[in-house]
């Protein structure tokens, strides 16, 4: 919607409500510019709070829109397969190629030799990867994987103690926390949720005490904490299960909590206090793991325990390591035994989402529903309906999934793990897996850039009969491409933007300008990809609003679509701040928890029944073999860690000139680290182990804990003619494997690192 000044030519100013909706952790309110068909300038959310505030990334969106690097057209392979050789071709031919690629390998092999690779470029609800999965559900199905990156370690470890991922307070809670710790959680810069740092900043004012726990002291200890305390990556479940113990010997716990409301706390407290394995969890043990000092460790336990209420928020990144979902699990059950779940200024720690509407989160584990018992079998549908995809439909539930529970990860034992996935088409049914992989449809995502292992995934991409994507820009991942169909962007096309957490508002993006060359909306060529299959009539036949309407009907708490549409988005009004959990703990005879028992499992019994050695059913601290115990570290004495940047978003915004200016992408090295291997600040090096060697500028700063290396994740894989990557992209270090529970490891890899080049850049990175 355009402000309606009446009489507006093109050469008039217009302002369009739209928004941002990058997969960034916010979904955030623009407002552009447009003058003769072009957007000249990007304002942010200026009415009263609570504000939906843009950050840099979206405020410079503009230059990404307009970067000459933009895809203009279709594009046919010519070179060889990732060369990066093109050329243009029409819209017809190129879509015509696509549909009978498609047919052939359907009719050939069938529909789970389709794979579809989805990602979180776009996160409306109707442009990115929607059309693309009801277009592929049309025509008998294709193989999805399962695992998110983000966040599947904490997911898992949400439905195993709490039966669903509804599991945070919202943020204006904060306001009633005494503590507020920060594990592995940098909202500075990765925001979940536009208001979070204000919030964050609010409570400190109000005089809360924050605390960060991180290898790295970021932009979020440096700001908002208090304290911050460095512990070695991926031993955060011993620290955890410390404080557990001083908190168990002390008789801290809340017991009248844990008794009422919790199953397994005596089997967790017998391998806490070493009953169990010989090893009672000190102190003193978990600082030898954790590098974190003893006393510091029983200091937090006891004002944990002791400042109630208190939110213990465990970020998801300390969950992207090898067995990260018991980071996640011993990071519960810590908010379980002190009591702080379901009572504001609390935080029951997990996944973390905060709906605030009553029919949803509130209504969760009514106990007139019946106990929660193979839900899995009992739900399933006789009959497909349209939008079930035949590959998955009736599939039996794999081994580790947790497939009694409703809600969380697709339990299909079609799919495979999202890291498994280079295996998965290197092997196919030969190496045991569910299918043989002939194509990928690609759609919002660089794949090859963003998981794990990149010189194993060149192997894999090459290895196929045909890729097509959807992509705005020439990433690594569409130089490996068959066929790369321009998409718009957002600003181009109108969408809707749900918050990433459940907050409680709306973004409605409105098309701000035409379609930039001859790029299309997702939409538009899912539709005419459609006819080309032979699909006779769609959903996405309908006009994009219609389509949008249809979506967000079943949202009551939109009162008015329009006003939605005219003002860009909308803000809905809370009565008070939600708290998961609040009536489960308040008025448990008629509420339970949406697990099996009931109540909050430290105890997971359908874990425990499954019977696999590294799933325990109550959290557990294990090494692994690339951890900083373990031989590898002869090799490669190195941790790795990739977290998220400011930057940008993932790998998209990399491009973008104001964003460069706030950092250069560097590598982060302690200086005794540094010092040992004769590398300065601005030097260049290379950073190395058995999968791959990036070549990168040394930032050597005290920002990082010794025997830590950060590369963020997101930089452009750019490899030289001996496969040394000049773009310092993060992935051709880490590796592809997963946890039992489905937790991805981009922090969990050893390497080494060495001076390639002195001096390479003057000054300071
Ligand atoms: N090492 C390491 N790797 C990680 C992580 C980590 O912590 N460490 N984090 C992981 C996480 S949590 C995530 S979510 C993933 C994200 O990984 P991806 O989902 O691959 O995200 P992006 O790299 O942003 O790639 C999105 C692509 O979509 C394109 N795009 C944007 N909008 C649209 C659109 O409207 N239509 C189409 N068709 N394309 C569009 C962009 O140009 C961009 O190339 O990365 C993961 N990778
Ligand atoms: N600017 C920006 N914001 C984003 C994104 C982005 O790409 N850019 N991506 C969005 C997406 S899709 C996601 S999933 C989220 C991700 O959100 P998070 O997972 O919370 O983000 P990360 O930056 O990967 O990790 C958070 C912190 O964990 C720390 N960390 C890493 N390993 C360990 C460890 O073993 N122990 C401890 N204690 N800390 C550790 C990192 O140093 C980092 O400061 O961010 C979202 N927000
Ligand atoms: S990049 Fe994310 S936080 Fe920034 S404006 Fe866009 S949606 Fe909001
Ligand atoms: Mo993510």
């Known amino acids: 919607m355009i402000n309606d000044k009446a009489d507006m030519d093109e050469s008039t100013e217009k302002i369009v409500n739209t928004g941002c909706c990058h997969d960034c952790g916010g979904r955030c309110v623009l407002k552009a510019h447009v003058k003769n068909g072009k957007i000249t300038r990007l304002e942010t ?6 504000q939906l505030r843009a950050c840099s990334r979206g405020r410079a969106y503009r230059q990404r829109v307009y970067s000459e690097e933009r895809l203009k057209y279709p594009l046919r392979r010519v070179g060889e397969r990732g060369e990066g050789k093109f050329e243009r071709v029409s819209w017809e031919v190129a879509l015509n190629h696509v549909a009978s690629k498609i047919l052939e390998i359907k009719e050939k092999y069938g529909n789970s030799a389709i794979l579809f690779v989805p990602g979180g470029g776009n996160q409306g609800m109707l442009h990115g990867v929607t059309p693309v999965g009801l277009m592929l559900n049309q025509i008998g199905g294709y193989t999805r994987m399962w695992g998110i990156p983000s966040y599947e370690g904490a997911l898992f470890a949400s439905m195993a103690t709490y039966g669903t991922m509804m599991t945070g307070n919202a943020r204006d809670d904060l306001l009633n926390s005494k503590l507020i710790i920060m594990w592995g959680w940098n909202p500075a810069n990765t925001v979940w949720d536009p208001g979070t740092s204000l919030w964050l900043a609010k409570a400190r004012e109000k005089g809360t005490k924050l605390i960060a726990i991180d290898p790295i002291f970021t932009d979020t200890a440096a700001i908002l904490a208090d304290e911050w305390i460095p512990i070695r990556p991926g031993t955060d479940t011993a620290m955890l299960l410390a404080m557990a113990y001083v908190i168990i010997t002390e008789k801290l716990q809340d017991q009248q909590f844990i008794d009422k409301y919790t199953v397994g706390f005596d089997l967790y407290k017998e391998y806490v206090l070493g009953r169990e394995d010989g090893q009672p969890k000190t102190p003193s043990w978990a600082e030898e793991i954790t590098t974190v000092p003893e006393k510091i460790i029983t200091k937090l336990a006891r004002e944990y325990a002791t400042s109630k209420p208190a939110a213990l928020i465990a970020g998801w990144g300390p969950a992207r390591t090898t067995f990260g979902e018991q980071y996640s699990r011993a990071a519960n059950v810590l ?6 779940i379901g009572i504001n200024g609390g935080y029951a720690s997990g996944f973390m989402r905060a709906y605030y509407s009553r029919e949803s989160g509130g209504s969760v584990g009514k106990k007139k529903e019946g106990p929660i018992k193979q839900i899995h079998e009992k739900d399933k549908p006789k009959k497909p309906r349209p939008q079930d995809n035949l590959v998955d439909f009736n599939a039996p539930p794999r081994k580790e999934a947790l497939y009694k529970l409703r809600g969380g990860t697709n339990p299909a034992s079609t799919r495979v ?5 280079y295996n998965f088409i290197l092997e196919g049914t030969k190496g045991g897996y569910p299918a043989d992989i002939k194509m990928a449809y690609i759609c ?3 794949r090859l850039n963003q998981y794990c292992n990149v010189n194993k995934g060149i192997r894999a991409l090459k290895s196929l009969e045909f890729i097509v994507t959807h992509e705005q820009f020439m990433n690594p991942t569409a130089k490996f491409a068959d066929i790369i169909l321009p998409a718009n962007t957002f600003m181009e096309r109108n969408d809707i933007a749900v918050p990433w957490l459940g907050s409680p508002y709306y973004i409605y993006l409105n098309k701000a300008i035409d379609s930039l060359y001859e790029s ?3 939409l538009e060529i899912c539709r005419e990809l459609s ?12 006009p994009e609003d219609q389509i949008l309407q249809i979506f967000t009907s079943p949202r009551k708490d939109i009162k008015s679509y329009n006003k939605m549409k005219k003002d860009g988005y909308y803000k809905v009004k809370v009565e008070e701040p939600f708290v998961a959990f609040k009536k489960q703990i308040e008025d448990p005879e008629n509420y339970a928890f949406p697990t099996i028992s009931g109540k909050i499992e430290i105890y997971c019994e359908h874990i425990a029944e499954k019977n696999i050695p590294l799933m325990p059913a109550i959290p557990k601290y294990f090494s692994h073999e690339e951890h900083y115990d373990s031989p590898l570290t002869k090799k490669y004495p190195l941790q790795l860690i990739t977290p998220h940047n400011k930057r940008r ?14 950092e250069s992408h560097t590598a982060w090295i302690n200086p005794i680290d540094a010092s040992i291997r004769n590398i300065r600040n601005g030097d260049l090096i290379d950073i190395y182990n058995d999968r791959g060697r990036i070549r990168i500028l040394a930032k050597v700063t005290d920002r990082i804990s010794p025997g830590v290396v950060c590369v963020y994740q997101g930089a452009w894989y750019d490899p030289d003619e001996n496969g040394i990557d000049r773009g310092g992209c993060a992935n051709v270090l880490t590796k592809d494997a997963y946890s039992p529970g489905g937790a991805f490891p981009m922090n969990s890899a050893l390497v080494e690192a060495n001076l390639y080049q002195k ?3 003057e000054g300071n990175p």
């Open 444 to 446: 919002g995502t660089n």
């Open 649 to 662: 978003t993932h790998s998209s915004l990399r491009n973008i000139p104001w964003l460069e200016e706030i």
């Open 417 to 421: 793990h999202f890291n498994d996935y």
């Open 45 to 50: 959310d200026n009415e009263k709070e609570p």
């Open 531 to 542: 006819k080309k299959l032979g699909i006779k009539s769609s959903l996405l036949d309908l």
């Open 520 to 522: 299309k909306s997702d």
């Open 759 to 761: 001096n390479h850049l």
């Open 335 to 340: 908010c379980a035994i002190t009591g702080n």
